[in-house]
T-cell receptor, first 114, second 111 residues
Framework: DSGVTQTPKHLITATGQRVTLRCSPRSGDLSVYWYQQSLDQGLQFLIQYYNGEERAKGNILERFSAQQFPDLHSELNLSSLELGDSALYFC?????????????FGPGTRLTVL | DQQVKQNSPSLSVQEGRISILNCDYTNSMFDYFLWYKKYPAEGPTFLISISSIKDKNEDGRFTVFLNKSAKHLSLHIVPSQPGDSAVYFCATQYNFNKFYFGSGTKLNVKP
C-alpha cells in the first residue's frame, strides 16, 4: 500500500461527458502528479501540483484540467470525453517538487468512454 | 515522440538466472533515471534509481547500469525470482519538471 488513494476505481461514461477523478496523496507529501496510461503505452505525464500550485505541465489536453486543494488532495477533470480518452489514470505523490524524489503511485482509475 | 524507449515488450527468464531489462533515451540532458515495477491492478512502485554522475547503482539483487555515451540504461536482476514477474518501467526526469516513462517490459520469471 503506497498510501496514495484514488477514487473511483472504475468509471464508465459516454462520449461528450465530463468526469472528475480524485486523488489523496500520502500523508505529508506536497506534490501530486497525474499520469495517463493508454493501452500498451507507457505512462504519459500530464501535470504536477505542489502545495496547491501548478508546478509542471506535460502532455495534458486543453479539455483536461486539474487542481490541488488546501488539504492537498487533487482532482483531475476530463471534459468533452472522446473514445481515445479511455485509459488508466494514475496519481502519484512525492515529498518534494523535483523528480529526484521517488514518486508513490496510487492504484489508478480505469476510465472507459463508450 | 518517445523520449524513453523500452524496445522489448516482454522477457521470459528461468528462476535463478539473470534478468536484463533495457531502456534507451534520446536526450543527453536527462540527468536522473529510475526504474519502477508494476503488478497488475496496482500502481507502479519505485525500485531503484541512478544519477547521471554514476554509471552503476546496486541495491540487493537489483543493479542499474548507465551508459551515457550510448544513452542506454539497463536493470539487472540476479538471481531472478518468480515474485519479480511484473511490468518494469524505466523513467527519467529533466530540468526538474519533465517526467518521461518508457512503455514497459513485462518480465515473466518461470519457476
Amino acid at each position: 500500500d503506497s498510501g496514495v488513494t484514488q477514487t473511483p476505481k472504475h468509471l464508465i461514461t459516454a462520449t461528450g461527458q465530463r468526469v472528475t477523478l480524485r486523488c489523496s496523496p500520502r500523508s505529508g507529501d506536497l506534490s501530486v502528479y497525474w499520469y495517463q496510461q493508454s493501452l500498451d503505452q507507457g505512462l504519459q505525464f500530464l501535470i504536477q501540483y505542489y502545495n496547491g500550485e501548478e508546478r509542471a505541465k506535460g502532455n495534458i489536453l486543453e479539455r483536461f484540467s486539474a487542481q490541488q486543494f488546501p488539504d492537498l488532495h487533487s482532482e483531475l477533470n476530463l471534459s468533452s470525453l472522446e473514445l481515445g480518452d479511455s485509459a488508466l489514470y494514475f496519481c502519484a505523490s512525492s515529498a518534494g517538487t523535483s523528480g529526484y524524489n521517488e514518486q508513490f503511485f496510487g492504484p489508478g482509475t480505469r476510465l472507459t468512454v463508450l | 515522440d518517445q523520449q524513453v524507449k523500452q524496445n522489448s515488450p516482454s522477457l521470459s527468464v528461468q528462476e535463478g538466472r539473470i534478468s536484463i531489462l533495457n531502456c534507451d533515451y534520446t536526450n543527453s540532458m536527462f540527468d536522473y533515471f529510475l526504474w519502477y515495477k508494476k503488478y497488475p491492478a496496482e500502481g507502479p512502485t519505485f525500485l531503484i534509481s541512478i544519477s547521471s554522475i554514476k554509471d552503476k547503482n546496486e541495491d540487493g539483487r537489483f543493479t542499474v547500469f548507465l551508459n551515457k555515451s550510448a544513452k542506454h540504461l539497463s536493470l539487472h536482476i540476479v538471481p531472478s525470482q518468480p515474485g519479480d514477474s511484473a511490468v518494469y518501467f524505466c523513467a527519467t526526469q529533466y530540468n526538474f519538471n519533465k517526467f518521461y516513462f518508457g512503455s514497459g517490459t513485462k518480465l515473466n520469471v518461470k519457476p
